[in-house]
Every structure is written in structure tokens, then in C-alpha cells.
């Protein structure tokens, strides 16, 4: 499995940014694909899910209502839209995959991208 993320980059407070995972290697169907952070000197952190299969999703309270994933079959790629974003907003991101539903640890995940920096300034 390979996961390529991008699509991060400096936004004002108050902004957009969308991530791209695209997801290769595999047929994903029976994935569950997630979104995890991790700002400067914090542990990794869960933002949220998808269920490749049926598209249902999950996302941690800190993003909740301004952040949405969502996938693109065709493309096997999976997106994080992210509206509303706030300094503390700011961390590299990373799209994971694995076909146990693992989630907000992120240890249990078991595929991983490179990670995308996205900077949120105040």
C-alpha cells in the first residue's frame, strides 16, 4: 500500500484547504482510510475516518463540523476538507490506511503517507 498526501500550505485564520491522499497498491474497498496530525511537540493525534466500503465517517470533536472527508473511488483518493481552520489547526497531516478499523490510535494503523504540512496563521 502506498498513500501520497498533499494539498497543504499557509492559510490565514478563517480559511480552506483541501488534502489529497491517493491511495495505491491495493484494491481499497475493504479499507478504512483516516486523518492524523501532529503539531510540534505533541503526540499524533486522530482528526477523523472513512470507511472506503460505504463512505460513512468519523472525526474527532476538535474538527467536528468544520472538517469533512470524503472519497473519490475513480480516483482512489480520499480528501480532508477543512473549513474554518484556527492556528491550532496548524500540524503536519497524514492520511493512514489499514482493514481493521483501528480508530483514534493512531499505533494501530498500519499504513502510512508522508504527511503534508499545513500552517494556520492567527
Known amino acids: 500500500v502506498q498513500l501520497q498526501a498533499s494539498g497543504g500550505g499557509l492559510v490565514q485564520a478563517g480559511g480552506s484547504l483541501r488534502l489529497s491522499c491517493a491511495a495505491s497498491?491495493?484494491?481499497?474497498?475493504?479499507?478504512?482510510m483516516g486523518w492524523f496530525r501532529q503539531a510540534p511537540g505533541k503526540e499524533r493525534e486522530f482528526v477523523g475516518a472513512?470507511?472506503?466500503?460505504?463512505?460513512?465517517?468519523a472525526y474527532a470533536d476538535s474538527v467536528k463540523g468544520r472538517f469533512t472527508i470524503s472519497r473519490d473511488i475513480a480516483k482512489n483518493t480520499v480528501y480532508l476538507q477543512m473549513n474554518r481552520l484556527k492556528p491550532e489547526d496548524t500540524a503536519v497531516y497524514y492520511c493512514a490506511a489499514d482493514q481493521n478499523y483501528s480508530g483514534s490510535g493512531y499505533r494501530s494503523w498500519g499504513y502510512w503517507g508522508q504527511g503534508t504540512l499545513v500552517t494556520v496563521s492567527s
Open positions: 472513512i470507511t472506503w466500503s460505504d463512505d460513512s465517517t
Open positions: 497498491g491495493r484494491t481499497f474497498s475493504r479499507y478504512f
